[in-house]
């Protein structure tokens, strides 16, 4: 349990890096690409130092990069890309609490896929979370959003960001197949996927920059944020693949929840956002929710 709240706690603080990054160098789909083909490379060299003999004689049948190359695709390339564009119109706050649609959206996903089954007491949770988040996203105090950018496209953010999250809960599904089937480091995996997803974010950075991108002109902090970002993306993903192994994905993205309680922390303490005991009182809402839904899963699956 403490590694998805650790989880949720830095992929929060992803979000405001990435909003930051992004205001000074709205450049989403470079900054994109970089994070990408930059986490690629660590992880990449990682795997051939510590796990050279996999490294050398990876190989998987068609099905197995069909899985591999849609998750990079998806998780990689449109999702990283389309959070970073999300932020340029709506606030890290309100993404936050996007974010915690992922366990509605898994969950639907997979009960059309017929993949899982949710019992009683998993949909009693589900309810409770989501009776929890409709307060929090009726709060107008917490509904501060990037207007000085462009105050008649916030809905276009929030909307680009609320679609991102559905590939984003698809693409884990996707992963979450992989792993089953197939055994392999999962720093090589990774940086497989994340060399694809930045070589895709590549074409999207021809496509929309041509040959201007040679003269982009960047921030004197662009270098420190972008590798704040950089080891941020890569401590969260390296953790949700862990947690992958050992959680279903439903309870993964439920348990999602927690980043609007962490958006609500970050907002106060760096941007002056109020915390009102409504907002109090609907987290309270969402962790009951959490609580229900993590005792169905404990029968099941082991903690630590």
Known sequence: MFLIILLYAVFSAMTFINSSLIATNPYPFFVGMLRALGSSAILLSYSWVFFRKETVQFSLPKRGWKLLLTYGILIHAFVMCGFSYAVQYADPVSICFIVASGPFLTAIIQYFRKEEYLTYKKTIGLLVGFLGLLPILMISEHA??????????????????????LVFSYGWIVLKQFLKEFSHPIQLINGIAMLVGGLVSAVFVIFVHGFSVFSLTFSYDFPTLMMAFLASSLLTYMLYV???????????SFAGFLEPAFG????????????????????????AGLYIFYLEELKNTPTF
């Open 144 to 165: 501060v959003t990037a207007g000085s950018r462009a105050p008649g496209l916030v809905w276009w953010g929030n909307l680009i960001a609320f679609l991102s999250m």
């Open 242 to 252: 862990y947690l992958l192994t050992k959680y279903s994905p439903t309870f993964i």
């Open 264 to 287: 609500l922390f970050y907002g106060a303490v760096f941007m002056g956002y109020a915390v009102t005991g409504n907002a109090l009182f609907a987290l309270l809402v969402l962790f």
